[in-house]
């Protein structure tokens, strides 16, 4: 099976070479997904709605990519503050609770712009039929 690229159709991953999801094989990998609400073109300004527009976005690229959530089985979390860690895993908890794939968060410096409070990447393998 050939490698397969999943866009959300930003200018953004054509200037910057990168896309929001490769599927190789039973595997996608989807790139750092921001909180940016891309319907609206807004970022909202709490971690909490940050988060969930992450895993929108996750889910959607997943989605297109022939995934599901439940696929899940890695996910990395950027966090520029530790007092967001308590709202932003409530966040997961709502949508990886029953999937609880291997996790790992880490306290960066900053993320690309000021506004950005989370990044999520994450790695799904198709379940077997």
Known sequence: MPRRLVSTGSPFEKTAGYSRAVVDG???????TTGYDYTAMTMPADVTSQSRNCFKTIEAALQEAGFAMADIVRATYYLIDVRDADAHFAVCGEFLGEIRPAA?????????????????EVTAKRRSA
């Open 26 to 32: 039973d595997f996608a990998f989807v790139a750092g």
């Open 104 to 120: 790992t968060l880490l306290v960066v410096a900053a993320l690309l712009k000021p506004e950005m409070k989370v990044e999520i």
